[in-house]
């Protein structure tokens, strides 16, 4: 990808988990942290990317078939949603989804980019894999919640990646944690600390956790994910971090070989 320094995957071994909200986040902070950035929305089926950016529209077309990205909070973003109606399904079989996938990467003027960020569908089906083995990915991050079903969901989502040689930058643990605003009280509401424990096992970096909180829902659902609405706040504080992470790892100097994908060992 020629102007393009790294493509980044995001990814989650099911739906739900707050994988979108995180691609968003992330690359929000990483626009914070000083870099050029792109997010591309590769949830062919369930594209979030409009919501989440408060971004609409048909891309205009440039030169030939080459569509310029739409514009949202300093990003360039480009996904499936902005060419359909948000209430009109995909039916689409698994070449027509690849030839989209392909052409929404490889035919948009993303321009000079440090990083392009990935939004991945959920789980390992074929556009996860043509996403992984087609496309120069620097890295893969994975997101989950801290429970056990999760996680298993995950390490599937991670052995892909390790099978086509991707390395695995790190684990995110999504709505680890809930802090009731009214009394201050933590609940662990799906478990905690699950996804440190793992990335630990597999001797891959933790990124970070993200607490389950109502103003992260609400600034996606308004399309000014938190890292742009409360930019002061804890928990930009805690994507720019994550991003600097992920930075790190894909950044890391030519020669120095960068963490292999893990084997994956089931107990
Ligand atoms: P996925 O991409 O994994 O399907 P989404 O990012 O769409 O998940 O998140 C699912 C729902 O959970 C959305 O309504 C989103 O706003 C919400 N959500 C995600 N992460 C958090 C969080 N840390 N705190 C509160 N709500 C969250």
Do not use: C
């Not at 529209?57 to 902005?82: D, N, T, Y």
């Not at 993303?110 to 894999?129: H, K, N, R, S, Y």
């Not at 994975?142 to 969901?153: E, G, H, K, N, R």
């Amino acid at each position: 990808m020629p102007g393009v320094a790294h493509i980044i995957a995001v990814a989650s071994g099911k739906g739900g988990v707050g994988k979108s909200t995180t691609t968003a986040n992330i690359a929000l902070g990483m626009k914070a942290n000083g870099l050029r950035v792109g997010v591309l929305d590769a949830d062919i089926y369930g594209p979030s990317v409009p919501r989440l950016f408060g971004v609409s529209g048909r891309p205009e077309q440039v030169e030939g078939r080459i569509l310029k990205p739409l514009e949202a909070h300093g990003i360039k973003v480009m996904s499936i949603g902005f060419m359909v109606e948000e209430d009109t399904p995909m039916i689409w079989r698994g070449p027509m989804v690849m030839s989209a996938l392909t052409q929404m990467l490889r035919e948009v003027a993303w321009g000079e980019l440090d990083a392009l960020v990935v939004d991945m569908p959920p789980g390992t089906g074929d556009a996860q894999l043509t996403m992984a083995q087609q496309v120069p990915l620097s890295g893969a991050v994975i997101v989950s919640t801290p429970q056990d079903l999760a996680l298993i969901d995950a390490r599937k989502g991670l052995n892909m990646f390790r099978r086509v040689d991707v390395p695995v930058l790190g684990i995110v643990e999504n709505m680890s944690y809930f802090v009731a605003p009214d009394t201050g009280k933590r609940y662990d509401i799906f478990g905690h600390g699950g996804a440190r424990a793992e990335a630990e096992r597999l001797d891959i970096p933790f990124l970070g956790e993200v607490p389950l909180d109502m103003d992260i829902r609400i600034n996606s659902d308004n399309g000014t994910p938190i890292v742009v609405a409360d930019p002061d706040g804890a928990h930009a504080a805690v994507y720019r971090d994550i991003a600097a992470k992920v930075w790190a790892e894909v950044s890391r100097p030519l020669g120095e070989v960068r963490r292999a994908a893990p084997a994956i060992v089931f107990d």
